[in-house]
Nanobody, 123 residues
Framework: VQLVESGGGLVQAGGSLRLSCAAS????????MGWFRQGPGQEREFVAA????????ALEDSVKGRFTISRDNANRAVYLQMNSLKPEDTAVYYC?????????????????WGQGTQVTVSS
């Protein structure tokens, strides 16, 4: 499956962005989907995950109450709505697909990755 992220950009602190990830190839509804991010000089970290059906989600603690993950299996897309953005949210955000049985939050479980989209939050 091929993944292409979009929706990144420059936003002021307190603002919002909605990231999209479009999938092609494979059977989209058979993948758990995740969002990860990598800030300057930092390791890639988990942000959010959503199960195949969309019924179950997981969020990293620092984004709970601010970010929401959703998916549209009919349109083969997953979204990350980011509100109340903070400068520490600045990173390259990656979409990823996991073909495994269970939904995981660690990057090693994910089989396919997009190229990333830059999110920059100014103070």
């Amino acid at each position: 499956v091929q993944l292409v992220e979009s929706g990144g950009g420059l936003v002021q602190a307190g603002g919002s962005l909605r990231l999209s990830c479009a999938a092609s190839g494979g059977t989209f509804s058979s993948y758990h989907m995740g969002w990860f991010r990598q800030g300057p000089g930092q390791e890639r970290e988990f942000v959010a995950a959503i199960s195949r059906s969309g019924r179950n989600t997981a969020l990293e603690d620092s984004v709970k109450g601010r970010f929401t993950i959703s998916r549209d299996n009919a349109n083969r897309a997953v979204y990350l709505q980011m509100n109340s953005l903070k400068p520490e949210d600045t990173a390259v955000y990656y979409c990823a697909a996991d073909s495994g049985l269970l939904m995981y939050t660690h990057s090693g479980s994910y089989d396919y990755w997009g190229q990333g989209t830059q999110v920059t939050v100014s103070s």
